[in-house]
């Protein structure tokens, strides 16, 4: 059901960002929505991935969702009201970039926010380990809001998603995007949130599953977030 305050995200991929009032649900898992603007607040209900929010107005209230020791998701509140229902929802939940929904397993929908393609290049070049020539194939996806670059390591190979706009808590929702897990159970199916580790300099890693050996959100040197997979077979 559409109204003023919600709205399912529809058409083609991420387009600009929002007005400063408007937010789209980035949490695979939902946008819960509290009575109050505190995290220990009474729970009205989970507003879908990709619902489109708009705000009566941003509480600055700096508190963090715990999601592991030494690794929390900073943000304020936002006010929400419409004909259906009205409440807070911590801005960790959304984003101002508009997503394109895709349905990955039986009904389970995640958000992309690639955007159009722009360029792709290829690459292949000799490297030596342990002295050992090696070769290494290398593709760069260059898109609206993200750069794709996947690397050939023979045995193994990585993905990294560079995010040229978004901050820590928006990448954080992106992990079980790019390596989705399900979850089929008697009560239903449901993607898997990857289980974080440790924080380490300027990485924060997760636990890998299956043929994926490792995965990060590294910050790199211009204070961009990018998320790393290694998968070796």
């Given at each position: 059901?559409?109204s003023?305050?919600?709205?399912?995200?529809?058409g083609?991929?991420s387009?600009?960002k929002s007005?400063?009032n408007t937010?789209?649900v980035?949490?695979?898992?939902?946008a819960?929505?509290?009575?109050?603007?505190?995290l220990?607040?009474?729970l009205?209900?989970?507003?879908s991935?990709?619902?489109?929010?708009?705000?009566?107005?941003?509480?600055?209230?700096?508190?963090?969702?715990?999601i592991s020791?030494?690794?929390?998701?900073?943000?304020?509140?936002?006010k929400?009201?419409?004909?259906?229902?009205?409440g807070?929802?911590?801005?960790?939940d959304?984003?101002t970039?508009?997503?394109?929904?895709?349905?990955?397993?039986?009904g389970?929908?995640?958000p992309n926010?690639?955007?159009?393609i722009?360029h792709?290049?290829t690459?292949k070049?000799?490297?030596k380990?342990?002295?050992?020539?090696f070769e290494?194939e290398?593709?760069i996806?260059t898109y609206?809001?993200?750069?794709?670059?996947?690397t050939?390591?023979n045995?193994?190979?990585e993905n990294?998603y560079l995010?040229?706009?978004?901050?820590?808590?928006?990448?954080?929702?992106q992990?079980?995007?790019?390596?989705?897990?399900?979850?089929?159970?008697s009560?239903?199916?449901?993607?898997l949130?990857?289980?974080?580790?440790?924080?380490?300099?300027?990485?924060y890693i997760?636990?890998?599953?299956?043929i994926t050996?490792?995965?990060?959100?590294?910050?790199?040197?211009?204070?961009?977030?990018?998320?790393?997979?290694?998968d070796?077979?």
């Open positions: 059901m559409k003023a305050g919600l709205e399912m995200a529809t083609n991929s387009k600009e007005d400063k937010f789209f980035i949490n695979v898992f939902g819960q929505l509290y009575e109050k603007p505190a220990d607040s009474k009205i209900k989970r507003i991935v990709g619902e489109k929010i708009v705000a009566e107005h941003i509480l600055e209230t700096k508190q963090s969702i715990h020791e030494g690794f929390q998701l900073q943000g304020d509140f936002i929400v009201k419409n004909q259906v229902c009205s807070f929802i911590h801005s960790s959304l984003t970039f508009r997503p394109q929904l895709e349905s990955i397993y039986d389970i929908m995640i926010f690639k955007g159009k722009i792709k290049t690459d070049r000799i490297e380990f342990n002295d050992k020539p290494i290398e593709e996806a609206d809001h993200i750069i794709h670059t996947y050939d390591f045995d193994c190979f990294t995010y040229k706009h978004m901050t820590l808590h928006e990448v954080y929702q992990l079980p995007v790019h390596n989705p897990n399900i979850d089929i159970t009560k239903g199916n449901f993607i949130m990857p289980e974080f580790i440790e924080k380490k300099d300027n990485k997760f636990k890998g599953i299956g050996r490792s995965i990060a959100i590294i910050k790199n040197q211009d204070g961009l977030f990018l998320i790393e997979l290694l070796c077979p």
